[in-house]
């Protein structure tokens, strides 16, 4: 095997490597939201990327008047790059387009708390986070 063969064999693994561990990190943050979502409804099953585009689309109240969805600041197409109302650009939500997106707690719990203060008025319940992880997952 030559050496450039080699360099593509070991990027790939690398990659999917990278792929796998931060496919394990979001799967973590989703079983804390699943576990938090069964203690405050004991009918809670599981997570729906249905329901979580229908809350990414949906129109709000209770928030700031030019924030009344997701879409206000990420787009109707999860894959683009948003901005925010600052105008600075907010990478693609879509895992497929971000693949690190939902990967650190810290960072999930800081947006999820800013975001949905700001659309909703309130902060989003587990089953809202985990249902628009889900669905962003699956973009």
């Known amino acids: 095997m030559n050496r450039a063969a080699i360099f593509?064999?070991?990027?790939?693994?690398?990659?999917?490597?990278?792929l796998a561990l931060a496919d394990g990190r979001r799967d973590?943050?989703?079983?804390?939201?699943?576990?938090?979502?069964?203690?405050?409804?004991?009918?809670?099953?599981a997570f729906s990327g249905d329901?979580?585009?229908?809350?990414?689309?949906?129109?709000?109240?209770?928030?700031?008047?030019?924030?009344?969805?997701?879409?206000?600041c990420h787009t109707k197409d999860p894959k683009a790059t948003g901005q925010t109302r600052a105008g600075k650009d907010i990478k693609p939500m879509a895992v497929s387009?971000?693949?690190?997106?939902?990967?650190?707690?810290?960072?999930?719990?800081?947006?999820?708390?800013?975001?949905c203060t700001t659309v909703l008025g309130r902060e989003c319940t587990a089953t809202?986070?985990?249902?628009?992880?889900?669905?962003l997952a699956s973009q």
């Not at 593509?8 to 990278?18: D, I, N």
Request: proline residues 3%; positive net charge; charged residues 25%.
């Open 8 to 18: 593509v064999t070991l990027t790939a693994l690398a990659a999917s490597s990278s």
């Open 28 to 45: 973590a943050i989703l079983a804390d939201f699943a576990k938090a979502a069964k203690s405050a409804d004991a009918n809670f099953s």
């Open 51 to 72: 329901r979580g585009k229908t809350f990414w689309f949906a129109t709000q109240t209770g928030g700031k008047p030019d924030a009344t969805s997701c879409t206000a």
């Open 97 to 115: 387009k971000t693949a690190d997106r939902f990967t650190d707690p810290e960072k999930v719990a800081k947006w999820f708390l800013r975001n």
């Open 128 to 135: 809202e986070k985990g249902d628009v992880i889900t669905f």
